[in-house]
């Protein structure tokens, strides 16, 4: 769109049919007549558009798995990677339930004991602690530089949270964002793009990575 070209137009210059080209544009990737042709079409679709084919290769295999795995395996990856932190939210639900009805049982056996037992000495009070201040809010701005900008994802918190952003930021775009302690980003070119934390510049360390941006830096996940 930026580059004023239509499907027709893109149709002939790639070789590659314009409802390949738009289900690549969705995502739907399981609209492809196999998939051993995804990376071929990718790499031809973005070398036709200027943009950088390995960061676009790069970003498939980060989100849709290896090119052996059709679109439709990859999505159920992805919702089973989803469901693991749901499961383990449940798993110490029923450790909670768990813990007080264990504390509740011994509380009954304590009542319902011998009449001689000795009453327990009672337990001295201890001051209440000072409750730790919440995580300071951070606002984070990326601009695109250099000749062709960088490709930019951004979730909100962790790998698994909610996509906020996912493309290339051309020279000269800029994306704001707030958080309200953490953000995980992913970037092509640290080198081609500026980045600020509540108006400061921040060193991105490195080439291409994800990282942890807090109101203290930015920390370099391993890859994975």
């Known amino acids: 769109m930026r580059q004023g070209i239509d499907y027709p137009t893109a149709e002939a210059g790639t070789r590659i049919r314009s409802r390949y080209l738009k289900a690549m544009e969705n995502e739907q990737f399981d609209l492809l007549p196999d998939p051993s042709y995804v990376r071929g079409f990718l790499r031809a679709y973005s070398t036709y558009l200027d943009i950088d084919p390995q960061l676009v290769l790069d970003e498939y295999d980060s989100r849709f798995g290896d090119i052996g795995q059709s679109a439709e395996d990859a999505r159920r990856a992805r919702?089973?990677?989803?469901?693991?932190?749901?499961?383990?939210?449940?798993?110490?639900?029923?450790?909670?339930?768990?813990?007080?009805?264990?504390?509740?049982?011994?509380?009954?056996?304590?009542?319902?004991?011998?009449?001689?037992?000795?009453?327990?000495?009672?337990?001295?009070?201890?001051?209440a602690t000072t409750a730790t201040a919440p995580a300071q809010a951070i606002?984070?701005?990326?601009?695109?530089?250099?000749?062709?900008?960088?490709y930019l994802e951004v979730r909100s918190g962790s790998d698994a949270g909610a996509t906020l952003y996912s493309g290339v930021l051309v020279p000269g775009a800029t994306r704001s964002f707030s958080f309200r302690d953490t953000a995980w980003v992913r970037i092509g070119k640290p080198d081609a793009m500026t980045v600020t934390v509540n108006g400061e510049p921040l060193e991105i360390p490195g080439g291409t990575g994800t990282f942890l941006i807090t109101q203290a830096g930015a920390e370099r996940l391993p890859a994975g």
């Open 139 to 150: 606002d984070v701005t990326f601009t695109g530089r250099g000749n062709r900008g960088s």
């Open 79 to 127: 919702k089973r990677a989803e469901a693991r932190p749901r499961r383990r939210e449940a798993q110490l639900l029923w450790l909670a339930i768990g813990g007080v009805t264990g504390i509740a049982l011994l509380a009954w056996l304590g009542i319902g004991g011998s009449p001689s037992s000795t009453p327990a000495d009672p337990v001295p009070s201890v001051p």
